[in-house]
């Protein structure tokens, strides 16, 4: 069954610390893998797409790396600030114009 | 702000009823998709419409029903409405219809089932 799992489920971190989330997926064949940040009550936005061939992809302090053959990916944030608390959600496509959403890890920032 | 706008922002209905919900997309965008996100089963992906034409089809059920007209905005067709269709309907566009493209989400419609 195409699965995406996310861990932790939650994180409280202080601000200008770094932090990582991690996302585990069963899903075969692979396309791409996406993490998108959603603020509550926003949609989601775009922070990078990944396709099978790469293996670190950066916007700015976010940072995803995926390992196709572990099935594994990760999102490191550095250097944490305020606005980055939200929830980050992970999705992969099995193929095209298919996508399997993780159900996220809700990332609170303190001052 | 992404350049995509939904309305209503919220609606209230009774089980049974039927809603609309509409879709702009962002200016030059010719595909729409469509997500439902719900409490416990987190955001899942329903539709998508590439230059008014169906593309893609993910768990959208039969009681639901989309299109994308000429002029690309798209309205997703909810009938017979449950108490667990309860959810926030996000709709989202891009450039194409391409899967390694990124998409724009709008903010939402919450729509609340009684």
């Known amino acids: 069954k195409n699965q995406v799992e996310q861990s932790p489920q939650s994180l409280i971190i202080l601000e200008g610390k770094n932090c990582t989330l991690q996302c585990n997926y069963t899903v075969s064949p692979f396309s791409n893998l996406r993490w998108y940040k959603q603020d509550t009550g926003r949609g989601p936005v775009s922070l990078t797409i990944?396709?099978?061939?790469?293996n670190t992809k950066s916007n700015g302090r976010y940072t995803a790396t995926l390992d196709a053959d572990t099935k594994q990916s990760s999102l490191h944030i550095t250097a944490s600030q305020l606005s980055d608390s939200a929830s980050y959600i992970c999705?992969?496509?099995?193929?095209?114009?298919?996508?399997?959403f993780g159900t996220g890890t809700r990332l609170k920032v303190l001052a | 702000d992404s350049g995509v706008t939904q309305t209503p922002k919220h609606l209230i209905t009774a089980t049974g009823q039927r809603v609309t919900l509409r879709c702009s997309p962002r200016s030059g965008d010719l595909s729409v998709y469509w997500y439902q996100q719900s409490l416990d089963q987190g955001l899942q992906f329903l539709i998508q419409y590439y230059n008014g034409e169906e593309r893609a089809k993910g768990n959208i059920l039969e009681r639901f029903s989309a299109q994308q007209f000429p002029d690309l905005h798209s309205e997703l067709n909810l009938s017979s409405l449950e108490l667990g269709d309860s959810a926030l309907y996000f709709c989202a566009s891009s450039v194409e219809g391409a899967w390694g493209q990124p998409q724009h989400f709008g903010d939402g419609t919450r729509l609340s089932i009684l």
């Open positions: 999705v992969v496509s099995p193929a095209t114009y298919k996508y399997i």
């Open positions: 990944m396709t099978f061939s790469e």
